[in-house]
């Protein structure tokens, strides 16, 4: 059984060391997945079989935490590895069973195997890891926090927030939206006739981003939000501008936490009068980029500065 020893308050849970047998003939598909468990899980105790007949004793012997089986070992007197795997004793039945094959379906498995988890093959290492994962409950190792650029300005940041805003608005304005321009805004240069702002709180940057508006191009995507026609901004339909935020900064903080940004969710504020220019709180470079619809044109502008 797999060794769970407990360690001591507040120190890191210890790697499990579950005991594995891996049948398989091919020895390069044996060698990737005992490297891809021990980067895993050192400790692992791993037996190979290239044979049914090599892995019988092994099955009666002891009960393994986990069996992995390829369905290309040659069967033994007519049946095959996943008939083998079913006639083992209940007492030494694996806790947990993977079959590599890329003839089984799910269906003929589970008529036979019901608890076991089916690998296409060739054996995708990110699959059997996040398999592996779950089976012993290890958690994923923390990533490395990200550094922040020099000068505060960072693509791979920016580019979600991008992408996510021309996102929503090829869905809610009906139309593509063409790139203008990227420059570096100065105070009082204009910005929109209505802007969602909201400030970027993570591990890495502090600052803020805001959506801009022409009025035109506002309406467009008012109207589909709100599900009627709408030729102007007034305080009934300002709120769109802040969920527009809300909407940029949902999706694009998935992306971002993935890279270890540790993105926190903050509530938009709206500015609203022709031609204002946005007032950022960060004391940083603002950088925008202008673009222009079928509808009319809009503008996104990032503050960054590095924290710490």
Do not use: W
Not at 13 to 33: E, F, G, N, Y
Not at 223 to 236: F, H, Y
């Amino acid at each position: 059984m797999v060794d769970l020893a407990l360690g001591s308050a507040g120190a890191p849970a210890p790697l499990p060391k579950p005991s594995v047998l891996i049948i398989d003939q091919d020895d390069a598909t044996r060698a990737a997945t005992i490297a891809a468990l021990k980067g895993i899980t050192p400790e692992a105790k791993i037996l190979e079989a290239t044979s049914i007949k090599e892995a019988m004793p092994k099955t009666k012997n002891q009960k393994f935490d986990l069996l992995i089986a390829d369905t290309r070992v040659e069967p033994l007197a007519g049946n095959g590895v996943i008939s083998f795997i079913a006639k083992i004793a209940p007492e030494n039945m694996p806790g947990g069973i993977y079959v590599i094959s890329a003839t089984v379906d799910d269906f003929e498995l589970m008529t036979d195997l019901p608890t076991a988890v089916l690998h296409g093959f060739p054996l995708q290492p990110k699959v059997l890891e996040k398999n592996f994962r779950e089976l012993f409950k290890i958690p994923e190792p923390p990533k490395p926090k990200p550094q922040a650029a020099k000068g505060g300005f960072d693509i791979e940041f920016v580019n979600p927030f991008l992408t996510a805003t021309l996102d929503i608005v090829k869905v809610f304005a009906k139309t593509d939206s063409k790139r203008e321009g990227l420059y570096v805004k100065q105070p009082g240069q204009p910005s929109g006739d209505i802007s969602g702002v909201m400030v970027i709180d993570s591990d890495t940057y502090k600052g803020s981003f805001s959506v801009s508006f022409q009025e035109s191009c506002f309406c467009a995507i008012a109207s589909t939000m709100l599900a009627k026609t709408v030729t102007g901004i007034d305080e009934k339909n300002q709120d769109v501008a802040s969920e527009i935020c809300n909407q940029i900064m949902g999706i694009a903080k998935k992306p971002l936490n993935d890279l270890g940004h540790v993105i926190r969710q903050k509530v938009p504020s709206v500015t609203v009068g022709r031609g204002h220019s946005v007032k950022h709180d960060a004391a940083g470079a603002c950088v925008a980029v202008t673009f222009s619809t079928d509808s009319g044109k809009f503008q996104i502008e990032v503050v960054l500065v590095p924290v710490g």
